[in-house]
């Protein structure tokens, strides 16, 4: 294959080079295109641009292959913790055991919020979204920890990276006591990071909680499943923030609201509410004709995704570890027969094969989370837990490239051009 791209433009011939990575596609390196011929690219959603280079996450979405650091998902979901995955995204290689234990003792020792954020809560109403608390409160930890927002220093990116993957648990626990009116509970130390969330969570100081060990398998697992997903449209929000050389935690709300979406993070809570709302398997024909439907704008929410056109590998994880909490939690719940009869026939349908469509992540991640006991507002909250490891690290990563620029793209212009002002009295 030639390491060139010719491209004829304006009576220009002009040449770029290829560039490979260590795996995946080639990238056409288009940087001088507009000093050498006047023209931009035009490619909105992104689908064929490389927006950065990147050693964290590799995905092929035909193969439904996601590797962090090299390591298939898989395997991590399989073997590992989300404390491991998250030194692996922040430092490239797995932890050894004295690295690792280093690692979840600062995490651990950084989960609590500077007292005054307990006031700040208040300021929201009771029925706030767990997401605009989240947006709120992670945007505002810039004004108490002054000390870490200097992001040219790799020590203050470092703390206030731990800062944030340590805080986020505390910082979503406390979102759901507020709206359920019950009492902020503080980290306890001998807990695991996920444990602890779930005490956080789900305890009260009146009794002692016990964390299910199955429960606290399964929601670790989920994490490490939402670690970090290449250059999604949140990451790359966290990104783009961040070329402008914001603070982290300025950043990292961007992130948080970019994922909010339906179209994104906000995909399990949708996921689960159209689950419930179909209720009983008679009733999915009815519904996979109306996502078939041109002139419906309904979509089977948790179906398809921009990235992987064969399977998504989480999806399989996901729907292993739904078993497992069922039988631990001694629970049934038909919403899950529906989801099992509604990926079995819509992966029948010819306009779901046709479309490549198939369960993603979020297709079953609802039904655990509900049936660990979250409400569907807390999903994304949750989602976005999570991914704060993958913000961090990806932005850590940016502000380490030499070639990193504010990201500021351009435009196909289509308004009006250049036209005289005319006074109201004339108009
Ligand atoms: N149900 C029915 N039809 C669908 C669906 C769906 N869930 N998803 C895509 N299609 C159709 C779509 O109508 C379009 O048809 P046509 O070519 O005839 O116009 C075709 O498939 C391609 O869709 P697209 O919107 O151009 O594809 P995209 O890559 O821009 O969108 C997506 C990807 C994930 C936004 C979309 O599949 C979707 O809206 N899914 C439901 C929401 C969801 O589950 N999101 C979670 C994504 S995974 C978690 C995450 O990473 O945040």
Redesign the pocket.
Same mark, same amino acid.
């Given at each position: 294959m030639s390491d060139t791209a010719k491209l004829q433009i304006a009576g220009k011939d002009v040449e770029y080079p290829v560039l490979k990575g260590s795996t995946g596609p080639d990238v056409v390196d288009i940087r001088k295109l507009y000093a050498q011929t006047g023209a931009f690219t035009y490619d909105p959603?992104f689908?064929s641009t490389a927006s950065c280079e990147s050693g964290l996450t590799f995905i092929d979405g035909d193969e439904g292959v996601l590797l962090h650091r090299g390591y298939p998902i898989g395997q991590l979901a399989e073997n590992s913790s989300f404390m491991e995955v998250s030194y692996l995204l922040l430092n490239g290689e797995l932890p050894t055991q004295d690295e690792l234990t280093k690692f979840e003792n600062t995490i651990t020792r950084h989960t609590m919020l500077h007292e005054q954020l307990a006031t700040f809560y208040r300021g929201f109403r009771r029925d706030a979204h767990p997401m605009a608390v989240m947006c709120g409160v992670v945007g505002a930890l810039s004004a108490f920890y002054h000390d870490s927002t200097d992001i040219t220093d790799p020590q203050q990116r470092m703390i206030a990276s731990h800062r944030l993957i340590a805080k986020m648990p505390t910082i979503a626990a406390m979102a759901y006591k507020y709206s359920v009116g019950q009492p902020f509970l503080y980290p306890k130390n001998d807990l695991s990071y996920t444990g602890n969330f779930l005490r956080m969570t789900f305890g009260v100081p009146a009794e002692e909680y016990e964390v299910n060990p199955v429960v606290e398998k399964a929601l670790d697992r989920i994490f490490i499943l939402h670690a970090d997903?290449e250059q999604?449209?949140?990451t790359s929000t966290v990104r783009l923030a961040g070329s402008s050389g914001a603070n982290p935690f300025a950043c990292i709300a961007a992130g948080i609201a970019c $994922?909010w979406g339906?179209? !994104?993070?906000?995909?399990?809570e949708?996921?689960l509410n159209m689950l419930h709302e179909i209720g009983r398997p008679e009733r999915i024909p009815e519904f996979i004709a109306r996502?078939?439907d041109?002139n419906d704008p309904?979509? $089977?929410?948790?179906?398809? !995704?921009?990235?992987y056109k064969n399977y998504?590998p989480r999806a399989t994880v996901m729907q292993k570890t739904v078993r497992e909490v069922f039988a631990s939690l001694n629970v049934s719940d038909p919403v899950f027969e529906v989801a099992l009869q509604l990926e079995e026939m819509a992966l029948k349908d010819d306009?779901?094969v046709e479309?490549k469509?198939f369960p993603?992540?979020?297709?079953y991640s609802g039904v655990i989370l509900s049936a660990i006991g979250f409400p569907t507002t807390m999903f994304t909250a949750l989602?976005a837990l999570a991914r704060t490891v993958g913000w961090v690290a990806q932005w850590n990563e940016m502000i380490s490239d030499p070639e990193q620029k504010i990201g500021r793209p351009r435009q196909l212009y289509t308004g009006p051009t250049q036209r005289d002002y005319v006074p109201v009295s004339q108009r």
């Open positions: 959603g689908t997903h999604n449209a949140s $994922l339906p179209a !994104h993070g906000g995909a399990n949708a996921a996502a078939k041109k309904f979509r $089977l929410m948790g179906f398809g !995704h921009r990235v998504d306009y779901f479309k469509l993603n992540v979020d297709f989602f």
